[in-house]
């Protein structure tokens, strides 16, 4: 890349898995991002996050619970201080649980509490980022990641159009459903925030080996973040609004 993927970016869920691939591979790429905003509950126990703030000066730490409306208002406070009038380029909505729950077995604790985490935080974290998302838009005049844009972490799993019967996902009521729902949001968000320059999609990592993905997982997080970061570099305002696979395909709501 000629130009850095965007000056800031900002990742939840930052500690393991899908979030800390992001945090490495941003941090390898060249150039790469001025500042990594890396997020997560307890920071002082996130071993892997500590020994990159120790290798590179580009790289912040926070705390942040996502669905704790004080911990995003102090995290918000926190990052305008480190972004300042340049705002923030990227916020990558990554933080989620996986609650299994077949429909024989499923409860109502299980479906809230993972709408909570997975579908309603995003929509919060989103609002209470939009300031500086919105500063960081004024600065660039084309849409993409460069300039302002709002990722949300999805699953192949929350496609309707692909719902199959006795598919492998019939025994995750919790998750694929916050998931089509966090579709919804996105789809909503990329509707309201287009004329502020503010680009919004749904990502679908693939289905990666890590704690939440399990160890059937055909991809590794190093086979798949490079294309990631690739693709979020390619984002234009054709991408508004889509729900889009971690090689760029489009996928079917």
Same mark, same amino acid.
């Given at each position: 890349?000629?130009?850095? $993927?965007?000056?800031?970016?900002? /990742?939840? %869920?930052?500690?393991? %898995?899908?979030?800390? #691939?992001?945090?490495?591979?941003? $941090?390898?790429?060249?150039?790469?991002?001025?500042?990594?905003?890396?997020?997560?509950?307890?920071?002082?126990?996130?071993?892997?996050?500590?020994?990159?703030?120790?290798?590179?000066?580009?790289?912040?730490?926070?705390?942040?619970?996502?669905?704790?409306?004080?911990?995003?208002?102090? &995290?918000?406070?926190?990052?305008?201080?480190?972004? #300042?009038?340049?705002?923030?380029?990227? $916020?990558?909505?990554?933080? #989620?649980? +996986?609650?299994?729950?077949?429909?024989?077995?499923? &409860?109502?604790?299980?479906?809230?509490?993972?709408?909570?985490?997975?579908?309603?935080?995003?929509?919060?974290?989103?609002?209470?980022?939009?300031?500086?998302?919105?500063?960081?838009?004024?600065?660039?005049?084309?849409?993409?990641?460069?300039?302002?844009?709002?990722?949300?972490?999805?699953?192949?799993?929350?496609? /309707?159009?692909?719902?199959?019967?006795?598919? +492998?996902?019939?025994?995750?009521?919790?998750?694929?459903?916050?998931?089509?729902?966090?579709?919804?949001?996105?789809?909503?968000?990329?509707?309201?925030?287009?004329?502020?320059?503010?680009?919004?999609?749904?990502?679908?990592? %693939?289905?990666?080996?890590?704690?939440?993905? %399990?160890?059937?997982?055909?991809?590794?997080?190093?086979?798949?973040?490079?294309? /990631?970061?690739?693709?979020?570099?390619?984002?234009?305002?054709?991408?508004?609004?889509?729900?889009?696979?971690?090689?760029?395909?489009?996928?079917?709501?």
């Amino acid at each position: 890349m000629d130009q850095p $993927l965007c000056r800031s970016v900002l /990742i939840t %869920g930052a500690n393991r %898995g899908i979030g800390l #691939g992001l945090v490495q591979g941003l $941090l390898a790429a060249s150039p790469c991002p001025e500042v990594i905003i890396a997020t997560c509950r307890c920071p002082e126990s996130a071993q892997e996050l500590q020994k990159l703030c120790k290798q590179y000066s580009n790289i912040r730490v926070l705390p942040l619970d996502v669905v704790s409306e004080n911990s995003i208002k102090e &995290t918000v406070k926190k990052v305008e201080d480190i972004v #300042g009038e340049k705002g923030l380029n990227c $916020l990558i909505n990554n933080a #989620g649980i +996986n609650v299994f729950g077949s429909l024989e077995d499923v &409860t109502m604790e299980a479906m809230l509490t993972t709408f909570k985490t997975n579908t309603v935080a995003q929509l919060m974290l989103s609002k209470a980022f939009l300031p500086l998302l919105k500063k960081a838009a004024k600065q660039s005049a084309t849409m993409g990641c460069h300039r302002a844009a709002i990722v949300n972490m999805s699953s192949i799993s929350a496609s /309707i159009a692909l719902a199959k019967p006795n598919d +492998n996902f019939h025994v995750i009521y919790p998750y694929r459903t916050s998931k089509a729902a966090l579709n919804m949001v996105t789809k909503s968000l990329a509707t309201d925030l287009k004329l502020e320059g503010i680009l919004c999609i749904a990502l679908h990592p %693939g289905w990666i080996q890590t704690d939440m993905g %399990g160890t059937m997982a055909p991809l590794k997080v190093h086979d798949a973040i490079p294309a /990631i970061i690739s693709l979020l570099a390619q984002l234009s305002e054709k991408d508004n609004g889509a729900f889009l696979d971690w090689q760029g395909n489009i996928l079917p709501w």
